[in-house]
């Protein structure tokens, strides 16, 4: 007997932001912790083919994928949440969609049919849940946007069909929406939720459940009303409270009795949810012994959306070692203008991380940040541009080569430390052509990269068309560098390190996207901890 797969997909209502992706991945790590199989999808309504060439200030940050895809920042969340690991397949904008339809009509492939929203481009949109479902027990769609936004209505349109297509009794929909608080009234308002509700059902969806997203709980009274008002049973109206915590989530969903309902309605038979792991995070949390202090040096300090795994992989470690964690934003620009001190910015912090990048706005301020570290004897992690504006730091103030830098922001400088790949040299378009997806590293065995990994062949997820020029490789290493990761293949240079410092790492790959709340990145857990022995120190 062949399996029936389930489907559950979640929308949003009445503002954006709500955090559908955290919903949809609570959703999984709850159904994951009682034995069943998930996948999840995230269908972005937007008609670039994927985020990369999109700018952190509009978009956020670009999570990567094992196999180089370049996704939506909610499958970073999918990925820390659950035992899960995303491939293409798990994301995609509407201009793929599009962009697929189009190449099969090019390719004859419609026997000379027009060619039309209703049913090619829905049918496209099917075709990627169900072949998610051929091999896993549930599989948990997000329709990014809004309903009512003129974008997501192919989508909607889509997972109305779907039901019909696979049966109304492996499908559940479940709507997150807005109870605001109105402070000058003093209650709760459910019009807006009643009005997204009912925009949804216009469409042709009735939703099973309601995540509402307010301040505190709602009492029975409200419920009782968005039961009535909204046609969804009272069972399966739930509060979605603000946190402090995103990793609070899973409990306060299971507290409720989210993934009971959820599997009532889809008739699974599962154990109960097995939670052990998120209480022990919930507990360090509630439980610290004491705070660190980490300075971030970036420019997109003023928006933390693009820095969105970095700062949950800090979290992680911090919380893995019963501390808070500290999170000061320097703003690299201003530093680099003269605008604030870079002593008052770093003076405090215990460790200081610079992240990855492009542009030469803000590359003179991180390397001032850098100096400060190595000198100051700071734990340091630099991260993609990071290891490289490491790199360039260190051939000029320590190596004397006045000058030095990076080939992607002077290309005439006499000392290229950092240059432009060979195999992108040849490269015309933007999108989708950088060095993206795991490679395997070699590590030394005398290093702070052996001693956090514990292993000298590791896999990592690389985002960059630049990289350490082997050209200089030999003068660096003579003043005290060292190389203690190369690419296994091609030998390109991977990870640095300083001689004579605590605890000092840059590397080409991005560590923050394989980190996981119960199992944190081997680097970070390493910096953070040497961050708080300099704590302890100082």
Known sequence: MTRKPKYIFVTGGVVSSLGKGIAATTIGALLESRGIKINLLKFDPYLNLDPGTMSPFQHGEVFVTDDGAETDLDLGHYERFCDVILTKNNNFTTGQIYDSVLNKERKGEYLGKTVQVIPHITNEIKSKVTNLGKTTDIVIVEIGGTVG???????????RQFAYDVGKESVIYIHLTLVPYIKAAGEFKT???????KELRMIGIQPDILLCRCEK????????KISLFCNVKKEAVFSATDVESIYELPLLYSRQ?????IAKYLNIWSRSAGLQKWKKIEENRLNPVGSVKIAIVGKYVELKESYKSLNEALIHSATASKYEIDLCYVDSEKIEKGEVSLLECLKDAHGIL?????GVRGVEGKIKAVEYARINKVPFLGICLGMQIATIEFARNVCEMEGAHSME???????PVIDLMEEQKSIQNMGGTMRLGAYNCMLEKESLAFSAYSSDIISERHRHRYE?????EDDLKSCGLKITGRDKVSGLVEIVEVEDHPWFLGCQFHPEFKSKPFSPHPLFRAFVEASIKNREKS
Do not use: C, W
């Open 354 to 358: 610079v992240p990855g990048g492009f």
């Open 257 to 261: 009795g989210v993934d009971e309902i």
């Open 149 to 159: 936004d003129i974008e997501s209505l192919p989508f909607l349109e889509a997972i």
């Open 468 to 472: 350490f020029n082997s050209k200089y």
């Open 217 to 224: 709980e709602l009492s029975p009274e409200m419920k009782d």
């Open 409 to 415: 922001f002077d290309r005439m400088t006499s000392y």
């Open 191 to 197: 019009k807006p939720t009643q009005h997204s509700v």
